[in-house]
């Protein structure tokens, strides 16, 4: 599967919706913040969905995923330059972003909250190297992969300011070592199981 992308309009008043291109589904909830004092929040989420691929990007199953709300920036060769705020979904098979709070190249502002416009993409993990890894003192580090050569498009995806997660409508705090552990081979296969 190489890189897919698209810029989505997403109805909140329609959900659940989802993209078969894509492989994705989006769902509203009422998600608990850390701090258990502040109203939860009403967020969109993205959730794999990998039966609705064709059988040529067919990927298998996903049942487990980690769903981490981050920055980030997209950039490939097409002239794809997308970035902002949003959720990373790693599965044992791919990862799935979306950029609900940002910029894209060529477009107007991304807002899942006011015009609904949110950018989305998926890759397979085989398609990417292990990431390069910048560490910073006091905050996340930052996780760079890079696309391998056979990709019909060259990507980069830089995730920064990975410091919360989404779990069973609540939010808990993600640090580096869970990133690295969700990208090693023994998380890889915990993800896989049912």
């Not at 709300?69 to 790693?90: S, Y």
């Not at 791919?94 to 502002?109: C, Y």
């Amino acid at each position: 599967m190489a890189l897919k992308t698209a810029r989505l309009t997403i109805d909140r008043s329609l959900l659940p919706q989802k993209w078969d291109g894509l492989g994705i589904r989006f769902e509203r909830h009422s998600v608990a913040k850390i701090k258990t004092a502040s109203p939860p929040a009403d967020m969109v989420l993205a959730k794999p969905a990998g039966a609705l691929l064709s059988a040529e990007e067919a990927v298998g199953p996903e049942p487990r995923w980690n769903s981490i709300l981050c920055g980030m920036r997209l950039e490939a060769l097409d002239g794809t330059d997308v970035q902002g705020q949003g959720q990373l979904l790693i599965t044992g098979r791919r990862f799935i972003g979306m950029i609900d709070n940002g910029t894209a190249a060529g477009g107007p502002p991304l807002s899942v909250g006011t015009s609904g416009s949110v950018f989305c993409f998926t890759f397979h993990r085989d398609d990417v190297y292990p990431p390069q890894v910048k560490k910073h003192r006091l905050t996340p580090s930052d996780f760079t992969f890079r696309s391998k050569e056979e990709q019909p498009v060259a990507f980069q995806l830089l995730v920064i300011a990975a410091m919360a997660y989404v779990a069973n409508d609540k939010m808990g705090y993600w640090q580096d070592k869970n990133m690295l552990h969700s990208l090693s081979e023994e998380g890889r296969q915990g993800l896989l199981k049912s």
